[in-house]
């Protein structure tokens, strides 16, 4: 049973950086996938980056909204994957999910592991 906790949330102004830490228990993460979502209120769940599970030639996906400002890494000693987001705005508000996935393959498979998420805010 893998189980996934969200970290780093929080009150950021335009402009502004935060890091959130996706750590796993139950089960080590180095043979999973592991993407990113958010959501934010009124709006369907949107997929910002996924990160492969070869942490030796890591790959990586990026949404057109957030390329160029968003980073995904992970350390497979600490069991965590991270998500860098840099120059924040507004419109990047949302409940931030990560998820994981068994897939030595694919980049963004399916998921159906998922942790219960953490609180962006991007406000002056």
């Known amino acids: 049973q893998l189980q996934l906790v969200e970290s780093g949330g929080g009150l950021v102004q335009p402009g502004g950086s935060l890091r959130l830490s996706c750590e796993a228990a139950?089960?080590?993460?180095?043979?999973?996938?592991v993407g990113w979502f958010r959501q934010a209120p009124g709006k369907e769940r949107e997929g910002v980056s996924c990160i492969s599970s070869d942490s030796s030639d890591v790959r990586t996906y990026y949404s057109a909204s957030v390329k160029g400002r968003f980073t995904i890494s992970r350390d497979n000693a600490k069991n965590t994957v991270y998500l860098q987001m840099n120059d924040l705005r507004p419109e990047d508000t949302a409940v931030y999910y990560c998820?994981?996935?068994?897939?030595?393959?694919?980049?963004?498979?399916?998921?159906?592991?998922w942790g219960q998420g953490t609180q962006v805010t991007v406000s002056s």
């Open positions: 998820a994981a996935e068994q897939d030595e393959i694919l980049l963004c498979p399916h998921f159906n592991s």
């Open positions: 139950g089960h080590t993460l180095d043979y999973y996938a």
